[in-house]
């Protein structure tokens, strides 16, 4: 996992307040997703993002999430008017320009432990 | 969605003692990775299994892919405390979403 980095690790907000996870990829990726952990739970996939692309979304809440990575800086996911059921680790990793498959394809940062009061 | 079950959710065992995690599912993958996460850590691939049957070795960590492509196990022998930590077993359908099992957690006792 060296080379995703995530910032923060620990947020902590108040219930309707704004989070916004940052996740810079690995030198070289493009691709970069989402994925969010409850305890004792698998990781869960929210979002696939290309360089200014959503690719597939289909694992983020429809309402108060979004992501975006933009052409310069790093992949943000934002979460609007935070519940106390958002509280969870979000997980960035990212992968090379050619998913190749049967290889090492992706890389996890060390997260953000996001926690709502 | 392609349910990936892991048993059993915890193990605790004493050190250099053997143990075997499974990870089963009712879907074919077309490969299955094992991770291993540490408290505050995002996973750490250690490997990925493709043919049905394969069997492969890393140190002392023995992984299995069942022949049909549904099923993985991994062997761990003489554990050490350094095996502590969360076991994530992952299935890749034809699409790049990755499926993640809810994983084991094994704490190895010095």
């Known amino acids: 996992n060296a080379g995703v980095m995530q910032n923060p690790r620990h947020l902590v907000r108040r219930r309707g307040q704004e989070a916004r996870l940052r996740c810079s990829p690995m030198k070289g990726h493009s691709h970069v997703y989402w994925y969010r952990q409850l305890p004792e739970e698998g990781l869960k996939f929210m979002v696939y993002l290309q360089k200014e692309n959503i690719i597939d979304e289909s694992g983020m809440p429809k309402e108060r999430f979004s992501a975006e990575f933009p052409k310069e800086g790093p992949s943000i996911l934002r979460i609007q008017q935070v519940v106390r059921g958002d509280s969870a680790a979000y997980f960035c990793?990212?992968?090379?320009?050619?998913?190749?498959?049967?290889?090492?394809?992706?890389?996890f940062g060390s997260g953000t432990q996001l926690s709502v009061l | 969605t392609q349910l990936l079950e892991q048993s059993p959710q915890f193990l605790s065992i004493q050190e250099g003692e053997n143990l075997t995690v499974y990870c089963n599912s009712s879907?074919?993958?077309?490969?299955l990775q094992w991770y291993r996460q540490e408290p505050g850590e995002g996973p750490v691939l250690l490997v990925t299994v493709v043919t049905g049957g394969e069997v492969k070795k890393l140190k002392r960590l023995t992984f299995q892919f069942g022949d049909a492509r549904k099923d993985s196990s991994l062997h761990i022998t003489a554990a050490q405390p350094g095996d502590t930590g969360l076991y994530l077993c992952?299935?890749?359908?034809?699409?790049?979403?990755?499926?993640f099992g809810a994983g084991t957690t094994v704490t190895v006792r010095a």
């Open positions: 879907s074919v993958f077309s490969s």
């Open positions: 992952a299935g890749e359908p034809p699409d790049y979403k990755l499926s």
């Open positions: 990793a990212s992968s090379p320009p050619v998913f190749a498959p049967f290889n090492e394809k992706l890389f």
